[in-house]
């Protein structure tokens, strides 16, 4: 074995430790801040495997999507409603958590068997490398067009539904005298149509 | 982080013709007697190592010209009796963070306290890997470049909220989901105008960028064919770097000094570091994408010719190095120097208008200008890298 | 997502890229959702505006994408089949009469919702743009033939459909179903991708065809693995039991016109989803999704009409009568004949009238008294013979009463059934069958029967009857036109036998799959 396989081997293993015990963290732990701190680990490590199938494009892409948007959003979410509350005790908890850990162990146990007993098409497809960036171009452009143009309208209709959602609706009642508020801005008020009568 | 740098510079080392550093290297301890991989070994460490100490002296320079600078802008004279100009004033200052007492609050989380200034440190250090000083003067041609640092930067708001959630002080706190918020509405704009020059380079490699503006000198620079896009950057780049007048999340008069409140010592000291340290890789980088890098303002290849010496000579190689380098220092040298200036000059923006001013106004136009370049790119294939 | 990156990344075709470049797109096939495109950015264009004019000119521009849409999707009926997108879309006869009801559908559902989203007071504009999304995600995915066209198909049509489900943002109601509907789609979507990148991983190829080719010549266990995953997605899209347990809840919370297009456009999508996968992709693992389907549409037809009965709202049984109707149209898919097939059309198309003209009446009445109760309903038809009559005839209809198309679709799926020895199947049909008739003939009895003097105190303060109010007509439009069909539909049901029967000739994919069991039975 020489020194480059090997280093790769521990980087792989070290790497894989850290996605597992990171994942458990995620779930496991109590506080959520901390959860959420893991996760942006995991997704750094993540990375780093990418980096040793030598795909380095899709390395940064996941640290720019998966630690710089979307672990920051979630972080940013939890800091702005961290609201220390008591959570009511629920039922059985401890039924519950030996159930869902048998049937986590028992998908695990399946998985695992599959891919020791699947013949996997080994060795697969070489990397690419520094081409990577290229070749992704060319495939979004072409026999992946659709998709790609497709996504841009789910982000778009993503952000107008976010934003519909959660915009503060501003009513004529609300309006203080002298208030610069554009006309188009303001909301009629809302009426529910259901009337829940269930519950007198 | 540490197996990420350990695999870029192994997977990619030094490469290209002219200077091989990492060859000759290799090559001088093979004749001592050491196995091909056990040099290679060795020599992992040393770009580094480089990489520190560059970025260290980057530091005190630009802290002592801060000082300097400030004290001019101000009538003042500055320090000047820490070595000749007060010189060594930084070493100083270095010197005394260094051997303050490290406090952590009683009530703060110990562990995420210690962690936040080291993941705002760590992916700053990381960027400069992408640096080019010379034709192969960086660490790593990577494939990815420019984005690369993109994606780096992207991580240091996570060291910024984790540092303001763990000092258990509202200030700290605000101060960064400030400091997130900003990075992450700034970063958008920055991006798209990196694309833009990227679409005009056909790479993302830093040094076939630079390598693309080279052709004319000064008038091929990418500041003529990108004045928006420059623009564009330069702003957002003040604002990934907390530079005034973006220096909300450390507003003295609302925050006390933000997500830096409650540290002392050394890890307040890798705030300090980290924030220099990026002011100077962003001006280096505008030089990059921008102003021509190492490029002297006339070609140095007409300069040989024009004295009639063989561009390849030993004498000729050696003086376009270390004019890349002195070029390459000086023009971000200017664009500190800037940064500085526009400190004393501008006030504080409001934080309603600091993202105002990123999503309504520099995000649809760095759109446009993408646009625009593409439109540029298709019509007129010379000028703009078709 | 770690998956999508991977995918892409290893992704590498034999042709040169360069070659590739050169192929023709062939994107005339997407022609109709073009025409939804344009009519949800110009519905978008006009909400900026302002409210008013977004109020006034989005639902002309809506009908018209629609109705332009349905033109192109009828002309390319006899068009000659070639892929489009270099693989990524067939638009074969299966594809069109599933985005032609998908299409109508939501046409019907905007028709219906112009006055609830007055009356309720959300902006019209925007809720139009995101139902044209939902459409345009759901007619891709009926003719989506790659791994990440489908993945990206579904993945719009669900987000389009959290927040269509979450619209009334006032009503808590609403925000609950849109997370509940959030949390486990999301969850959906994450193993449809596991068992996605499996599928990758085995075949190495992201087209269904090719996918399908090499799971046949080396069916590893991995494989079913795979089918386990990607049909318990195709179970949740279509709210089949166990994985019905979001609608209810995101049905009862949801605007009445969203549970209108959820339960007709998401669900034939999911549909033509499962077929495309199934049979185009598993067909060598045939007999164990027919297994596993047998016992999806088994549990989905008991559990989703006996629940129903006990329901007291209205929008509930609708939910809980969904997933039963589901389950019948399940039968037609596990035959895997050329009968169940286009009986599975033909009872999707007869399902989209008749649920939709009950849905109309729901929210008329919902529009008239602000409830939805079904005890409410008592003794209507005194003080309002329309929604009275429209209701019968669509809750008749599901029900599989005689004249009704419902009945004739019914009776085909059975006959198919039967025809393929699936008698388990049909009987658990028939039966549940009989009580779904149950407790859609108690709704009728509810306003049929009851003396006026019994009458809910809801009816007896009926408001009178208008129709000129702001998006009255085109309700009343929809109603009508549903119920006509419904009514009617059933004698002039050759003519949509003949069409159903087409499609299946028609789609080379249900072509192969058809021959493959007839060859299989015959050795």
Known sequence: ?200 | MMTFTFFATSYLGIAGPGLDLKSSFVDSLQSFGLSTEMARLLWLPLPMLLVLTAAMVGVLVTVWLERKISAAAQQRIGPEFAGALGVLQPMADGLKLLVKEDVIPARADGLLFSLGPVLVLVPVILSWLIVPFGQTLLISNVGVGIFLWISLSSIQPIGLLMSGYASNNKYSLLGGLRAAAQSISYEIPLALSVLAVVMMSNSLSTVEIVNLQNDAGLLSWNVWRQPVGFVIFWICVLAECERLPFDLPEAEEELVAGYQTEYAGMKFALFYLGSYINLVLSALLVSVLYLGGWGFPIPVEWLASWLSQPIDAPLIQLVTGSVGIVMTVLKAYLLVFLAILLRWTTPRVRIDQLLDLGWKFLLPISLVNLLVTAALKLLFPLAFGG | MPEMGALLLVTQTSTAPGELLNLALNAGAVAPEGCVLIAMLGTLLVDLIGEQTAARWAPPICYLGLGSALILLALQWDAPLEPSFLGAFLADKLAIAFRAVVALSTLLSLLISWRYAKQSGSPAGEYAAILLAATLGAMLLCGATDLVSVFVSLETLSVASYLLSGYMKTDARSSEAALKYLLVGSAAAAVFLYGASLLYGISGTTSLASIGISLSNSPTPLAALALVFILSTVAFKIAAVPFHQWTPDVYEGSPTPVVAFLSVGSKAAGFALALRLLVGCFGAFDTQWKLLFTVLAILSMTLGNVVALAQTSMKRMLAYSSIGQAGFVMIGLVCGTEDGFAAMVLYMAAYLFMNLGAFACVILFSIRTGSDRISDYAGLYQKDPLITLGLSLCLLSLGGIPPMIGFFGKIYLFFAGWADHQYLLVVVGLITSVISIYYYISVIKMMVVKEPKEASEVVKTYPPIQWSNVGMPSLRFALLGCVVFTAIGGILSNPLFQWANNTVIGTPLLQQAIAMSNHQSLG
């Open chain 1, 1 to 200: 074995m020489t020194i480059a396989t090997s280093t790769e081997l521990i980087c792989f293993l070290v790497l894989s430790t850290v996605i597992v015990l990171g994942s458990l963290g995620v779930v496991l732990l109590e506080n959520i801040v901390y959860s959420a701190f893991m996760l942006g680990g995991v997704f750094m490590a993540v990375a780093g495997l990418y980096l040793l199938l030598n795909a380095s494009f899709v390395a940064a892409a996941q640290v720019l999507v998966y630690v710089g948007a979307v672990n920051v959003l979630i972080i940013f979410a939890i800091m702005l409603v961290n609201k220390r509350e008591e959570l009511k005790p629920i039922k059985g908890l401890r039924l519950r958590r030996i159930v869902s850990g048998a049937v986590c162990i028992g998908l695990l146990v399946l998985l695992v068997r599959v891919a020791i007993i699947t013949p996997w098409p080994l060795p697969g497809p070489i990397a690419i490398g520094e081409e990577a960036t290229a070749r992704i171009g060319e495939h979004l452009f072409t026999d992946y067009l659709l998709p790609f143009e497709l996504a841009s309208v789910l982000l778009l209709m993503a952000m107008i539904g976010a934003i519909v959602l959660a915009r503060r609706d501003v009513y004529d009642s609300e309006l203080l005298a002298g208030d610069d508020m554009k006309e188009g801005l303001i909301e009629q008020t809302p009426t529910p149509l259901l009337v829940d009568k269930s519950s007198p």
